[in-house]
C-alpha cells in the first residue's frame, strides 16, 4: 500500500512538472521573432501585390474580353473588397486569415463568362477571310476620299512616338475631326506629353477654320487659331510608293500653364493597314461600321519646349490616321466612343520597329490585323493579348502562316487618359529576329470608361478620371 502510495505520489510530481514546462513552450511560441515577422510580412504583401495586379487587370478591362471571356462585375466588385480586408490582416500579422481573403479574391478573378449578349451583333472576320486584293499604299488624294463603302470619315490623325537625344519619350497626338459631319469640326485636337514631367498634359484646342489645299500629288491642312498653328502637309513618295507626312506645330508660352512649345515631325509609312481589308465596310459595334486606313511607319524630327529643342533618335515611330466610321445605313449614327465605352474591347496597336510594322485592331466583336515584313502584306490568322502589369505591360503573340509567331512586349512610357492614347517601348522578334528600335502606339477604351471626346471638349485640364 505504501508502495503504491508512492508510485501515484511520482505519477502526480510528474505530471505536475509536465504542465509547468510546457506552459513556457507555449507562451515562447506566442512571442515571434520581428525578423520572422518583417519576412512573413514581406512575403505576404508581394502575394497581396500578385492579387491586387489580378485585380486592376480585370477592373480596367487590361485583357481581350472577346477571347478569354468576361471576369462579372460583381465578381471584381467583391474581389476588391476581399483584397481591402486582406490588406487589413496583413498590417496586423494576422497571415492566415490574409491569406484566406486574397485566395477568394483569385477564386472570384478567375471566372471567366463568354456570352453572346457581350457583344449581340454580327461582323466581318477579315482573319478568317483573307483576301489583300484591294490592298495598297495610300496616296495623298486618299486622304480627301470622305467616304467609303457608305462610311463617311471620321478623322485624319498623324500622331509621333518616341526618345529624343534629351534622354525623355515623347507623345504627339493629333486629330483633324471629321466625326462623320462631312467636313473638319472644331476644335482641331493636338496633345504633347513627354516622361520628364507625364502629369503635365499639353492639350490644344484649336477652334480656328482649318484650310485644306490639295494638288496632283499632295494635300495640305492648316489651321491657326490666335498664335497657335498646326499644318500638316501630306506628299505623294516617288521612292516609296506611298505618303510622306510632315506636321508642324507652333504654340506660344501660356503664362502659369505651359512653356513656348513647337515642333516638327515627319513620317514615312511602311505600309497601308486596311480595316477589313478593303473589302467594304465592316461593323464596329451595333449599327457603327467603319472603314479607311492606318499607316505606321518610322518618324524623325525635333520638338521644342521652353527654348530647348529635343531630336527624335532611331526609336521614333509614326502613325496616320484615315479613319470612318459612321452609322450604319439606314441607322442614326451613335457616337461611336459611347459605344465603346458601352461594349469595351477597344485595342488599337500600331507598331513600328527596325524589322516590322503592324497594326492590331479590336472594337468590340470586329478583330483584325496587318503586318508590313520585307515588303509584304501579312495578315495574322489570330492573335492573343497577354496581360502583364494593369496599363502598364502587355504582351501581344500573332500567328502567321508565312513566318510563325511574331512576339511583342509592351512597356507603356506615357498614358492620356483622357483619349486613352498611350506609347510604348516595344521588344520582341519575328522570323528568327531579335526585333530592335521598337515602339508602339497603344490605345485602350475599356467598359465603363469616361467619353473621351466629351471629356476632352468639356474638361481639358483632367489629369486622370480613372
Not at 300 to 315: P, S, Y
Not at 393 to 404: I, P, R, Y
Not at 438 to 450: D, L, R
Request: glycine share 8%; aromatic share 12%.
Amino acid at each position: 500500500m505504501k508502495k503504491t502510495s508512492i508510485i501515484l505520489g511520482m505519477c502526480m510530481i510528474a505530471l505536475l512538472l509536465a504542465q509547468c514546462t510546457q506552459k513556457p513552450t507555449e507562451k515562447k511560441a506566442e512571442v515571434t521573432d520581428p525578423n520572422i515577422t518583417k519576412t512573413l510580412a514581406a512575403v505576404a504583401m508581394e502575394r497581396y501585390e500578385t492579387g491586387l495586379n489580378k485585380y486592376k487587370v480585370a477592373f480596367y478591362f487590361w485583357y481581350d474580353h472577346l477571347m478569354d471571356g468576361e471576369v462579372p462585375p460583381a465578381n471584381v466588385v467583391e474581389a476588391g473588397k476581399k483584397l481591402d480586408l486582406a490588406l487589413v490582416e496583413v498590417n496586423t500579422n494576422s497571415f492566415d486569415k490574409a491569406y484566406a481573403l486574397m485566395n477568394q479574391a483569385d477564386s472570384l478573378l478567375d471566372v471567366h463568362v463568354k456570352s453572346d449578349s457581350l457583344f449581340p451583333y454580327e461582323t466581318d472576320k477579315p482573319m478568317e477571310k483573307q483576301d489583300a486584293s484591294k490592298v495598297y499604299k495610300a496616296k495623298a488624294k486618299d486622304y480627301l476620299v470622305l467616304e467609303r463603302y457608305g462610311v463617311k470619315m471620321n478623322d485624319v490623325g498623324p500622331s509621333i512616338w518616341g526618345y529624343c537625344d534629351d534622354g525623355e519619350y515623347y507623345l504627339i497626338t493629333t486629330f483633324y475631326n471629321y466625326h462623320a459631319r462631312g467636313h473638319i469640326i472644331k476644335p482641331v485636337v493636338v496633345e504633347i506629353i513627354t516622361t520628364k514631367d507625364p502629369s503635365k498634359r499639353y492639350v490644344y484646342l484649336l477652334n480656328g477654320e482649318t484650310k485644306i489645299t490639295q494638288t496632283e500629288k499632295s494635300v495640305e491642312y492648316l489651321v491657326e487659331d490666335g498664335g497657335k498653328r498646326f499644318r500638316t502637309i501630306i506628299t505623294d513618295d516617288p521612292i516609296g510608293g506611298g505618303t510622306t507626312c510632315h506636321s508642324i506645330g507652333i504654340f506660344p508660352a501660356v503664362e502659369g500653364k505651359a512653356p513656348a512649345i513647337s515642333f516638327d515631325v515627319t513620317t514615312t509609312p511602311t505600309f497601308s493597314y486596311w480595316y477589313n481589308q478593303n473589302q467594304g465596310a465592316a461593323m464596329m459595334y451595333p449599327d457603327i461600321v467603319l472603314a479607311g486606313f492606318e499607316q505606321p511607319g518610322p518618324a524623325w524630327g525635333t520638338v521644342t519646349m521652353d527654348g530647348k529643342r529635343a531630336t527624335f533618335n532611331k526609336t521614333a515611330g509614326g502613325v496616320t490616321e484615315v479613319c470612318m466610321i459612321s452609322g450604319a445605313p439606314g441607322k442614326k449614327y451613335d457616337e461611336y466612343r459611347t459605344n465603346m465605352t458601352r461594349y469595351g474591347n477597344e485595342w488599337y496597336i500600331a507598331i513600328h520597329s527596325d524589322q516590322v510594322d503592324g497594326m492590331f485592331i479590336s472594337y468590340g466583336k470586329f478583330r483584325d490585323a496587318g503586318i508590313s515584313y520585307k515588303g509584304k502584306y501579312i495578315i495574322p490568322t489570330e492573335y492573343k493579348l497577354i496581360p502583364g502589369v494593369a496599363n502598364q505591360t502587355m504582351t501581344l503573340v500573332a500567328k502567321t502562316k508565312e513566318f510563325g509567331d511574331l512576339v511583342l512586349n509592351f512597356k507603356i512610357m506615357l498614358h492620356d487618359p483622357v483619349y486613352t492614347e498611350r506609347v510604348a517601348t516595344m521588344d520582341g522578334s519575328f522570323d528568327g529576329q531579335v526585333l530592335t528600335n521598337g515602339g508602339a502606339w497603344f490605345e485602350h477604351v475599356f467598359k465603363g470608361a469616361p467619353d473621351g471626346i466629351k471629356a476632352v471638349q468639356d474638361s481639358p485640364q483632367i489629369v486622370n478620371p480613372l
